[in-house]
C-alpha cells in the first residue's frame, strides 16, 4: 500500500522557516518524481516544487522561487521542502505527491498524501 506522510507543518511568524517532510513507502521512490502544492482556503490546489527522481533537477512556482528550497533522500524515502522568509500568503495545507513527472499540473502526479497545515502568522 502506498502511503505519503506530510509532517513539519505548524504556526510560524512572518519572516519564520519551516521544513516539511514527506515520507514514503509502499513503492519505489528513487524511481519517482516528488512535487509538493498547497491549498489555501478557497482556492485550488496550486504547485509549489518538484524535484527529479535523481535530485538534481528542480522546479519552483515564482512565488516561492528564493524562499523554497526542495530536496530528496532516496536512501530515506523522504522528500523535503526547506520554507525560509515565510509570508502570510504562504499560509495553506501542504501536500506532497509522486509521479513520473516534474509538473506543475497536479493531475500528472500518481501518488498523495493527505497533508500538512502551514500557518503564517503576520
Known amino acids: 500500500q502506498v502511503q505519503l506522510v506530510e509532517s513539519g507543518g505548524g504556526l510560524v511568524q512572518a519572516g519564520g522557516s519551516l521544513r516539511l517532510a514527506c515520507a514514503a513507502s509502499?513503492?519505489?521512490?528513487?524511481?519517482?518524481?516528488m512535487g509538493w502544492f498547497r491549498q489555501a482556503p478557497g482556492k485550488e490546489r496550486e504547485f509549489v516544487s518538484a524535484i527529479r527522481r535523481s535530485g538534481v533537477i528542480t522546479r519552483y512556482a515564482d512565488s516561492v522561487k528564493g524562499r523554497f528550497t526542495i530536496s530528496r533522500d532516496n536512501a530515506k524515502n523522504t522528500v523535503y521542502l526547506r520554507m525560509n522568509s515565510l509570508k502570510p500568503e504562504d499560509t495553506a495545507v501542504y501536500f506532497c505527491?509522486?509521479?513520473?513527472?516534474?509538473?506543475?499540473?497536479?493531475?500528472?502526479?500518481?501518488?498523495w498524501g493527505r497533508g500538512t497545515q502551514v500557518t503564517v502568522s503576520s
Open positions: 505527491a509522486a509521479g513520473a513527472s516534474t509538473s506543475y499540473y497536479s493531475g500528472l502526479y500518481d501518488y
Open positions: 509502499g513503492l519505489t521512490f528513487s524511481s519517482l518524481d
